[in-house]
């Protein structure tokens, strides 16, 4: 109820300032347990140390009931809710439990799922037509609760060496680099998987997963080592954020078929960036 009380003061916001200047949302997706209230306290803490401007919001999935949801709501507002007012708790669904699988391997399906949940709910994204609302140009921030911020996410690297930049893409490279996160100009982190994510569709019929007519289809090697071969932290705009969450939730259970492992959720995030060509640029200086 109070999480539908701010969304309605959201829109009736909007709807009586129609002119939405974009803002930062830092996100993280978490189950409804102690062990999670721990990482989010400590999370929201380091936010309020380090002054993160706009908004940081805990997707929280899988509470049993209303009443774990008022408890937790309770904690939140008594702990982190005032270390600053733009701290905010989202509640989904649990999208993670499936009966004939491991949730151990399925629980990270939450946040594909509560990601587009909340950006459905908070911003009014439907996944129908064209793809848009007044927050499109929103820059979202999307972060694992165990990353602990050492300075604030700020949508400009302009200050940066390039050192902060894979060295694939700052060496040679022709396409030059960005400073800022835009419509279709995704920034995120390199992992150690490298097209890890691309082999393990192919340990199953990729076409059915993706489409016969999918980019997918014909990544280039150094894009599905480089390009594609993203992790947390995300950094999108919001409607950008948005197509690849409905891609991303899509791919994931279907990969988990052909590839049992934890992995699938992440593998989930690099399919769908390649299937929408969101080319990322990929940094190895934010962890």
Not at 273 to 281: E, W
């Amino acid at each position: 109820q109070q999480q539908q009380q701010q969304q309605q003061q959201q829109q009736q916001n909007h709807n009586q300032n129609p002119k939405h200047e974009p803002q930062m949302h830092v996100v993280f997706s978490t189950s409804c347990s102690l062990e999670h209230d721990w990482q989010s306290y400590l999370f929201f803490f380091h936010a309020m140390l380090h002054q993160q401007p706009g908004n940081v919001t805990r997707i929280v999935s899988g509470c049993k009931d209303h009443t774990e949801e008022e408890l937790l709501s309770k904690r939140h507002e008594e702990q982190s809710a005032i270390m600053n007012d733009r701290f905010h708790l989202h509640f989904t669904p649990e999208f993670g439990k499936m009966t004939d699988k491991s949730f151990e391997d399925t629980k990270y399906w939450n946040k594909p799922f509560g990601v587009k949940h909340w950006l459905e709910h908070k911003f009014g994204y439907k996944n129908e037509g064209d793809v848009s609302t007044p927050f499109d140009d929103d820059i979202i921030v999307l972060v694992d609760p165990d990353m602990l911020m050492q300075r604030p996410f700020l949508n400009d690297f302009s200050g940066f060496p390039n050192t902060l930049w894979h060295k694939t893409i700052r060496d040679g490279s022709k396409t030059p680099l960005y400073n800022k996160v835009s419509h279709g100009h995704p920034i995120a982190q390199t992992y150690s998987f490298t097209d890890s994510w691309l082999r393990a569709l192919n340990k199953g019929n990729i076409t059915e997963i993706v489409g016969p007519d999918s980019p997918v289809l014909t990544v280039s090697n150094h894009d599905a080592q480089v390009t594609f071969s993203a992790g947390p932290p995300y950094i999108l705009t919001a409607r950008d954020m948005y197509r690849l969450s409905v891609e991303w939730a899509k791919f994931t259970p279907l990969i988990q078929e052909n590839f049992s492992d934890m992995m699938a959720e992440m593998y989930g995030y690099c399919t769908a960036a390649a299937h929408l060509n969101l080319r990322h640029q990929i940094a190895q200086g934010f962890m």
